[in-house]
């Protein structure tokens, strides 16, 4: 009831009206409700603090929860990449808040479907760093980070592993990665430069997009997970596009090719059996009486 209370709240806020309340007419509203830049969400999950090969940017955030299957993707693909390319960190930006809504600083990420994801780094020479936060990428994959007035160097290997795992993990349904073309480019050359095979690299092209109505996303991805067919019935919606490589949708197809077979071939129905008279069953209690007998 609390939850409920607090996302009619920000639903409120940011729709003009409490459409995500339980009633008769949407009782089953639930998990990503609503659009990534009007919605609200229950039942998210909080990343941690900290984890193998990842680390909140802020520490102490409070808007870091987001849908089960992204919080536990980000975690295990972190952990895989520091087993398969050991001493880089994923520096993990907001997410969404508890219940979803509008946050700080972002017009979308309110639906528990968006996260930033701040750029893997290395030195100019290549040795693994920490991400120095949001330092912005320039085309020819530098960045200056202005505290110490020194470079950085966007670190292609790790960040093209983490879109590719992104982008096959069926469980996330990548719908969108906003980037910046500079960084898709350099990414996408990458890929192609190992041989990577065509349609993983045309999948990763396809989602990377620089926003042409926000910040062009230079120093940070921003991933934005597709509705689930599962979700979009409980009311989660919009955002961008269900791509033809996604988990397929329910299908509404007869399964049996006999009985597809038995309507294309459109004959009549065999007649029904007419059941014989049912005879009257006397009720306990209730035997007829002899006539003969009064
Ligand atoms: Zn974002």
Same mark, same amino acid.
């Given at each position: 009831?609390?939850?409920?209370?607090?996302?009619?709240?920000?639903?409120?806020?940011?729709?003009?009206?409490?459409?995500?309340?339980? +009633?008769?007419?949407?009782?089953?509203?639930?998990?990503?409700?609503?659009?990534?830049?009007?919605?609200?969400?229950?039942?998210?999950l909080?990343l941690p603090?900290?984890?193998?090969?990842?680390?909140?940017?802020?520490?102490?955030?409070?808007? &870091?929860?987001?849908?089960?299957?992204?919080?536990?993707?980000?975690?295990?693909?972190?952990?895989?990449?520091?087993?398969?390319?050991?001493?880089?960190?994923?520096?993990?930006?907001?997410?969404?808040?508890? &219940?979803?809504?509008?946050?700080?600083?972002?017009?979308?990420?309110?639906?528990?479907?968006?996260?930033d994801?701040?750029?893997?780094?290395?030195?100019?020479?290549?040795?693994?760093?920490?991400?120095?936060?949001?330092?912005?990428?320039?085309?020819?994959?530098?960045a200056?980070?202005?505290?110490?007035?020194?470079?950085?160097?966007l670190?292609?290997?790790r960040?093209?592993?983490?879109?590719?795992?992104?982008? +096959?993990?069926?469980?996330?349904?990548?719908?969108?990665?906003?980037?910046?073309?500079?960084?898709?480019?350099?990414?996408?050359?990458?890929?192609?430069?190992?041989?990577?095979?065509?349609?993983?690299?045309? #999948?990763? #092209?396809?989602?990377? @997009?620089?926003?042409?109505?926000? @910040?062009?996303?230079?120093?940070?991805?921003?991933?934005?997970?597709?509705?689930?067919?599962?979700? +979009?019935?409980?009311?989660?919606?919009?955002?961008?596009?269900?791509?033809?490589?996604?988990?397929p949708l329910?299908?509404? #197809?007869?399964?049996? #090719?006999?009985?597809?077979?038995?309507?294309?071939?459109?004959?009549?129905l065999?007649?029904?059996?007419?059941?014989?008279?049912?005879?009257?069953?006397?009720e306990?209690?209730?035997?007829?009486?002899?006539?003969?007998a009064?």
């Amino acid at each position: 009831m609390k939850a409920w209370a607090a996302l009619c709240g920000a639903a409120s806020v940011a729709l003009g009206g409490c459409f995500s309340a339980p +009633t008769p007419l949407a009782p089953g509203l639930a998990g990503s409700v609503g659009m990534p830049n009007s919605g609200v969400q229950t039942d998210a999950l909080e990343l941690p603090v900290r984890g193998k090969g990842f680390e909140r940017y802020r520490p102490e955030g409070r808007n &870091h929860w987001g849908r089960p299957r992204l919080v536990q993707a980000l975690t295990r693909i972190a952990a895989e990449i520091d087993d398969e390319l050991p001493g880089g960190k994923l520096v993990i930006g907001d997410l969404a808040a508890r &219940h979803g809504g509008r946050i700080p600083g972002h017009a979308s990420h309110r639906s528990g479907r968006d996260v930033d994801l701040l750029f893997y780094t290395t030195t100019p020479a290549g040795a693994p760093l920490p991400s120095p936060g949001f330092v912005r990428f320039e085309a020819d994959g530098l960045a200056l980070v202005p505290d110490s007035n020194s470079y950085v160097r966007l670190d292609v290997a790790r960040v093209w592993l983490l879109v590719k795992k992104l982008v +096959t993990a069926p469980e996330v349904g990548v719908q969108f990665l906003f980037v910046s073309r500079a960084v898709e480019a350099r990414v996408s050359d990458y890929a192609r430069a190992r041989g990577e095979p065509l349609e993983l690299v045309y #999948q990763a #092209q396809t989602v990377m @997009l620089q926003p042409g109505d926000s @910040l062009p996303h230079d120093d940070h991805l921003h991933l934005r997970i597709a509705c689930s067919p599962e979700e +979009t019935i409980a009311g989660c919606s919009g955002g961008g596009p269900y791509w033809e490589w996604l988990p397929p949708l329910p299908s509404n #197809q007869l399964e049996s #090719q006999a009985l597809l077979e038995a309507i294309a071939a459109d004959e009549p129905l065999a007649p029904l059996e007419v059941a014989p008279p049912i005879e009257p069953v006397a009720e306990p209690g209730s035997l007829p009486v002899a006539r003969g007998a009064d």
